[in-house]
């Protein structure tokens, strides 16, 4: 396994998924933490981040110095080579030609890391790397026992070994899809320089799963609220299969839900996989506690107390349940880790169903804390969920709530209903719904005129919002084809009775959210 030090990249988190895609087992510590969480992990090789600082300074982090010492193979990459440099006895300096974006490299010599990898040949028969660089500082003068092993014009030295100690530095930046290599270099340095095996696959990290489940909660009752979104319901799969009928998983149909959502949680997990599944019919509950509420911040609180309360009463008839299960997944642990070190650029809230029920005398048990999304998505398809639901567009927490502006009516919510599936089943018609991140109809409760046949129609307008986005946190509106959205307004105008007028949202993520409320 390898271990990955944080020095604040943004793409620290893209090094782990890539080391993981080759199959091996990372995990991601802070470049603050302690010689002895560096010895206990045991590392098969490490890996050290890019990151913001310079080490022109003397106070910006270093690598503990253990790290050079257990005697496994270290790849440094951007800052980490700079602090790598620095540490072994090299000089860094602060360059004023600063390099960002495509670069080429040549490589020189024959290191393990980049021998025989590469994109073009030169003239003279030295092979050349087109990589991804960001990057102001540069090493200047290579640590005793180094080698250059890649030179490109803004960095003389943009790679170093130390091939004796397993030491490897590279300025470039080998996890983004830019540098074309950087699979194979990072391959390279996992699997054939630090010796681990590719042995992490799905069937292999459920195998564990269902282990380290099992031995934490012996025969013990679990309880798990399941929304039908990918997280959960990949824990409901996998404790099911871990646990049978230990498990209990309590549905909460809030009737805010999707067209025929509820029908279908309940047929792929109660009748297909024969996950013992409470249903909470609550719709009723729900439209009472939001009628005459049209605050935006205080729906989505009505709704989540409401979840919270519910799946608190039905805790509390299982009384044997010892165990709160969720789909706490790895980006989650790293955000809120970060956040807590005041290292986090972006911090986003998680409350997916509303949080958890306070004063809980339950322990908690996440078998996906250790997953990337796509790693969740491929256990969930080697469990046998179905593809659409494993591989469908997020929905929020609040649901519906959140997309019919101001009151929530179950008439506004049934026209909406009806609006967004036709809008998803065109997409997924015209193979367009893997090609935007999320889509959905958001139901405006104000009247347009119009006119079908002879008569004036005075009715609600739906508006269409598709996005492509990577985060979440940034998105640009989708350019839809206008004959797409022709046929979405035809359709949802002739066959949702109620609707006279659709639109298309081309707001961009900032300023406008994603969501309407
Ligand atoms: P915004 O609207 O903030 O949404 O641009 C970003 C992403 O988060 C989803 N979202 C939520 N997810 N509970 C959730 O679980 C919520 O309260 C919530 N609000 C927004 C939204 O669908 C988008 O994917």
Redesign the pocket.
Known sequence: KILILDFGSQYTQLIARRIREIGVYCEIYSCECSAAEVANFAPNGIILSGGPETVTSADTPRAPQIVFELGVPVLGICYGMQTMAEQLGGKVESSNHREFGYAQIRARGHSKLLNGIEDHLSPEGFGLLDVWMSHGDRVSVLPEGFSLIASSEGAPIAGIANEAQGFYAVQFHPEVTHTHQGGRILSRFVLDICGCEALWTAGHIINDSIQAVRAKVGSDAVILGLSG?VDSSVVAALLHKAIGTQLTCVFVDTGLLRLHEGDQVMAIFAEHLGVKVIRVNAESRYLAALAGVSDPEQK?KVI?NLFVDIFDEEAAKLTDARWLAQGTIYPDVIESAGAKSGKAHLI?S????GGLPENMTLKLVEPLRELFKDEVRKIGLELGLPAEMVFR??????GLG?RILGEVKKSYADLLRQADAIFIEELYRHDLYHKV??AFAVFLPVKSVGVMGDGRRYDYVIAIRAVETID??T?RWAHLPYEFLDLISRRIINEVAGISRVTYDISG?PP?????E
Request: positive net charge; proline residues 12%.
């Open positions: 979104g989505r989540g986003k998680h409350h997916n169903v567009h997020p929905f929020p927490g609040p959140v991140s999320q979440f946190m998105a993520k406008a959210t994603i969501e309407w």
